[in-house]
């Protein structure tokens, strides 16, 4: 061995500071303890930091190459001199970045099943030297993925129907009274078409008696026929007549029979009743004879004030304003008690009691087959549709009538399709009332009637601009109106998508019960009494039966308590999160920060996807044809001078390493003796 040179120089073993590659190795990354290992002679001391490197040592070893070590010779000496000034010492460690990403996807993996708080994730790589355990745990935990997002899907799927449950509850305290229609049920004769009805009662009998063989000459139930007036400026269409048609199955039915304007197209109105036949019959050609009316025309001006006895509303008389009356064309005079009083009470003597008229003077017997008085109990401002919602009550008795009032809450959209009033829905409402689902069907079928018929039903209120229809002005008008209206009744026509149900409605149930009235031994003096009222009437003196011209009603409520029935969702949204908690819980046992830390774990995998793809684009640029290229020694920066030119440090290493301490750098370099020969 030479004077002055270090014990194992000439054997340092320079092979595998070949491989190491500055700048570019984490440290304490995979790829840094593999480099570190690969060089003979280093030893962990248990004691390094965190960090700490081979870039970190070389600049230690610099900075201690001008230390003498004992023993040492003239050319150590000659080193020293030649040796660069020693480097800053750095800082101590790299630190900690702001954002650090992984190097590889198998190192984000095994990161995140090492760190994460769902249930399993570690399994699959402590168990890592078990290929067996690691399959199964891995299938485990695909298949409990995999059952969590199916029942997401079920959980999702029933959310979206969006379906609730009814809540009934029951509360006390006062409420408006309802509003209480009530009419005569005696359609009158207006003196402006009284001839053209006596004209149509004449083909009455003659229809009649064609298929029945009745001679109402001989019956004391003939219409009664007012006064010739001036002459009429309308003619009945005698082509419509009854007549018998043959059903299916050779049942014998009777209708009449309505064509288009060019007669090329017929429909039969057939009935398997006469009775009704005769009604329907006769009530078409009535509504012709009333469209000629004028518009607005007031035909119960002669009987105001007569239908009426006697009022009382909570032990007080009733008052003229409070009741509205109007004309119904089928059910006569009517009159709608809308006195705006809070019940305070329950009971009969808390409710309104009224005394009416119930004879049938002006009758007309073809029009209507019922005598008696219409009722219908109301919301305030709802328009009244007797033939939908009404009652009868029969002459000669007391009816009383207990009121019971549910209210129903229902959703808006999603969950249901129903309207807080009239601005949500295109269909305008008559005369401004308050929005029903009844006044709403009747307004779109008017509106479809005037669009297609160029006219409007007679018994439905007549939008602004239009005209009522009559085969004196449109004589094809009925057959357009029958085949419009047998669509209605088959769910044909758009107005029940139109007019969805309101999203707050009330509903009164009645319970009824009836007793004669007055009884045989007041009756008398009753019927004394009430006929002082009605002296302008000179039949009810007269009349066989003056019981059955009478009737008296008792409306009131039963109870204050009333019920409200309200739709909940079945999944409101924090139902919801508490079902996706519960199934999260069942499968993985973990927590809402575990979906943070799977959404950390596809973003991390997302942009080292867009890092490596960079790299690869990069390189992929570089090696194209006529690229530049440099020497790869070149390419190494300039703090790995030691590497490209080995020895002109490693000389001195040992010095180096003399100067630093084991505590400061946590590793040591421990050079190998060369066995003696």
């Given at each position: 061995?030479?004077?002055?040179?270090?014990?194992?120089?000439?054997?340092?073993?320079?092979?595998?500071?070949?491989?190491?590659?500055?700048?570019?190795?984490?440290?304490?990354?995979?790829?840094?303890?593999?480099?570190?290992?690969?060089?003979?002679?280093?030893?962990?001391?248990?004691?390094?930091?965190?960090?700490?490197?081979?870039?970190?040592?070389?600049?230690?070893?610099?900075?201690?190459?001008?230390?003498?070590?004992?023993?040492?010779?003239?050319?150590?000496?000659?080193?020293?001199?030649?040796?660069?000034?020693?480097?800053?010492?750095?800082?101590?460690?790299?630190?900690?970045?702001?954002?650090e990403l992984h190097t590889s996807f198998r190192e984000l993996f095994t990161f995140f099943c090492a760190n994460a708080t769902m249930h399993g994730a570690i399994r699959l790589v402590c168990s890592s030297q078990n290929r067996l355990k690691t399959v199964s745990w891995g299938l485990l935990f695909l298949g409990a993925m995999s059952a969590l997002y199916w029942q997401f899907g079920i959980l999702f799927e029933q959310y979206w129907r969006y379906p609730v449950i009814m809540t009934v509850s029951v509360h006390s305290e006062g409420k408006l009274f309802p509003s209480v229609t009530l009419c005569d049920m005696n359609p009158h004769r207006p003196r402006l078409v009284s001839q053209h009805l006596q004209a149509l009662d004449k083909f009455a009998q003659e229809n009649i008696h064609a298929l029945y063989k009745f001679n109402f000459s001989g019956s004391g139930d003939a219409p009664l026929a007012e006064s010739p007036g001036p002459e009429p400026t309308f003619q009945l269409d005698r082509s419509i007549r009854l007549q018998r048609l043959s059903g299916p199955g050779g049942q014998n039915r009777v209708g009449f029979r309505l064509c288009n304007s060019t007669g090329g197209d017929c429909f039969y109105r057939a009935y398997s009743s006469g009775v009704t036949a005769v009604r329907a019959w006769y009530?078409?050609?009535?509504?012709?004879?009333?469209?000629?009316?004028?518009?607005?025309?007031?035909?119960?001006?002669?009987?105001?004030?007569?239908?009426?006895?006697?009022?009382?509303?909570?032990?007080?008389?009733?008052?003229?304003?409070?009741?509205?009356?109007?004309?119904?064309?089928?059910?006569?005079?009517?009159?709608?008690?809308?006195?705006?009083?809070?019940?305070?009470?329950?009971?009969?003597?808390?409710?309104?009691?009224?005394?009416?008229?119930?004879?049938?003077?002006?009758?007309?017997?073809?029009?209507?087959?019922?005598?008696?008085?219409?009722?219908?109990?109301?919301?305030?401002?709802?328009?009244?549709?007797?033939?939908?919602r009404g009652f009868s009550i029969r002459p000669g008795t007391e009816t009383t009538i207990g009121i019971r009032e549910d209210e129903v809450h229902r959703l808006g959209s999603p969950y249901s399709n129903c309207t807080d009033g009239a601005e949500g829905v295109d269909v305008p409402l008559p005369h401004n009332a308050t929005y029903t689902m009844q006044a709403c069907l009747v307004s779109c079928f008017q509106q479809l009637m005037v669009n297609t018929c160029s006219c409007g039903y007679y018994f439905y209120p007549l939008p602004a601009g239009a005209e009522y229809c009559s085969y004196a002005r449109r004589p094809a008008w009925g057959h357009c109106f029958y085949r419009l209206y047998r669509q209605l009744e088959n769910h044909q026509l758009p107005c029940v998508s139109r007019c969805p149900r309101p999203c707050k409605e009330s509903s009164y149930k009645l319970s009824a019960g009836t007793s004669r009235w007055p009884s045989s031994r007041s009756e008398d003096w009753i019927l004394a009494v009430l006929g002082k009222h009605s002296r302008r009437n000179r039949s009810w003196g007269r009349s066989p039966r003056p019981r059955s011209n009478v009737a008296k009603v008792n409306i009131f409520f039963q109870e204050l308590n009333y019920r409200t029935v309200d739709e909940t969702p079945v999944y409101s949204v924090p139902q919801l999160l508490s079902a996706m908690g519960s199934l999260w819980s069942l499968w993985f046992g973990s927590s809402v920060l575990s979906v943070v830390e799977l959404l950390e774990l596809l973003f991390d995998a997302t942009a080292l996807t867009l890092l490596l793809g960079r790299r690869r684009l990069h390189r992929v640029q570089r090696s194209r044809p006529g690229a530049a290229h440099t020497p790869e020694a070149s390419q190494l920066p300039s703090d790995c001078d030691d590497v490209r030119h080995p020895g002109a440090q490693l000389a001195g290493l040992p010095e180096a390493l003399a100067g630093v301490s084991a505590e400061e750098l946590g590793q040591v370099w421990v050079p190998q003796t060369p066995e003696p020969a």
């Amino acid at each position: 061995m030479a004077a002055g040179s270090v014990p194992g120089e000439d054997k340092l073993p320079l092979g595998p500071l070949s491989n190491f590659s500055c700048g570019t190795v984490s440290p304490g990354s995979s790829q840094d303890r593999e480099r570190k290992s690969s060089w003979p002679g280093w030893r962990d001391l248990g004691g390094g930091q965190a960090g700490s490197g081979p870039v970190r040592l070389a600049s230690q070893m610099q900075a201690g190459a001008a230390a003498q070590v004992p023993g040492a010779g003239p050319r150590t000496q000659k080193s020293d001199q030649t040796q660069p000034p020693p480097l800053p010492p750095t800082e101590e460690g790299h630190g900690e970045r702001l954002v650090e990403l992984h190097t590889s996807f198998r190192e984000l993996f095994t990161f995140f099943c090492a760190n994460a708080t769902m249930h399993g994730a570690i399994r699959l790589v402590c168990s890592s030297q078990n290929r067996l355990k690691t399959v199964s745990w891995g299938l485990l935990f695909l298949g409990a993925m995999s059952a969590l997002y199916w029942q997401f899907g079920i959980l999702f799927e029933q959310y979206w129907r969006y379906p609730v449950i009814m809540t009934v509850s029951v509360h006390s305290e006062g409420k408006l009274f309802p509003s209480v229609t009530l009419c005569d049920m005696n359609p009158h004769r207006p003196r402006l078409v009284s001839q053209h009805l006596q004209a149509l009662d004449k083909f009455a009998q003659e229809n009649i008696h064609a298929l029945y063989k009745f001679n109402f000459s001989g019956s004391g139930d003939a219409p009664l026929a007012e006064s010739p007036g001036p002459e009429p400026t309308f003619q009945l269409d005698r082509s419509i007549r009854l007549q018998r048609l043959s059903g299916p199955g050779g049942q014998n039915r009777v209708g009449f029979r309505l064509c288009n304007s060019t007669g090329g197209d017929c429909f039969y109105r057939a009935y398997s009743s006469g009775v009704t036949a005769v009604r329907a019959w006769y009530r078409f050609h009535y509504v012709n004879i009333l469209a000629m009316l004028p518009t607005g025309e007031d035909s119960h001006q002669d009987h105001g004030g007569h239908f009426v006895f006697s009022c009382r509303y909570n032990g007080q008389d009733c008052q003229a304003r409070h009741f509205q009356t109007f004309h119904h064309p089928t059910y006569g005079s009517c009159y709608t008690f809308d006195g705006m009083w809070a019940a305070q009470h329950p009971g009969i003597t808390h409710g309104i009691s009224l005394v009416l008229r119930a004879e049938q003077q002006d009758h007309l017997p073809l029009l209507s087959t019922e005598a008696g008085i219409k009722v219908m109990v109301h919301k305030r401002n709802h328009t009244p549709f007797l033939e939908h919602r009404g009652f009868s009550i029969r002459p000669g008795t007391e009816t009383t009538i207990g009121i019971r009032e549910d209210e129903v809450h229902r959703l808006g959209s999603p969950y249901s399709n129903c309207t807080d009033g009239a601005e949500g829905v295109d269909v305008p409402l008559p005369h401004n009332a308050t929005y029903t689902m009844q006044a709403c069907l009747v307004s779109c079928f008017q509106q479809l009637m005037v669009n297609t018929c160029s006219c409007g039903y007679y018994f439905y209120p007549l939008p602004a601009g239009a005209e009522y229809c009559s085969y004196a002005r449109r004589p094809a008008w009925g057959h357009c109106f029958y085949r419009l209206y047998r669509q209605l009744e088959n769910h044909q026509l758009p107005c029940v998508s139109r007019c969805p149900r309101p999203c707050k409605e009330s509903s009164y149930k009645l319970s009824a019960g009836t007793s004669r009235w007055p009884s045989s031994r007041s009756e008398d003096w009753i019927l004394a009494v009430l006929g002082k009222h009605s002296r302008r009437n000179r039949s009810w003196g007269r009349s066989p039966r003056p019981r059955s011209n009478v009737a008296k009603v008792n409306i009131f409520f039963q109870e204050l308590n009333y019920r409200t029935v309200d739709e909940t969702p079945v999944y409101s949204v924090p139902q919801l999160l508490s079902a996706m908690g519960s199934l999260w819980s069942l499968w993985f046992g973990s927590s809402v920060l575990s979906v943070v830390e799977l959404l950390e774990l596809l973003f991390d995998a997302t942009a080292l996807t867009l890092l490596l793809g960079r790299r690869r684009l990069h390189r992929v640029q570089r090696s194209r044809p006529g690229a530049a290229h440099t020497p790869e020694a070149s390419q190494l920066p300039s703090d790995c001078d030691d590497v490209r030119h080995p020895g002109a440090q490693l000389a001195g290493l040992p010095e180096a390493l003399a100067g630093v301490s084991a505590e400061e750098l946590g590793q040591v370099w421990v050079p190998q003796t060369p066995e003696p020969a």
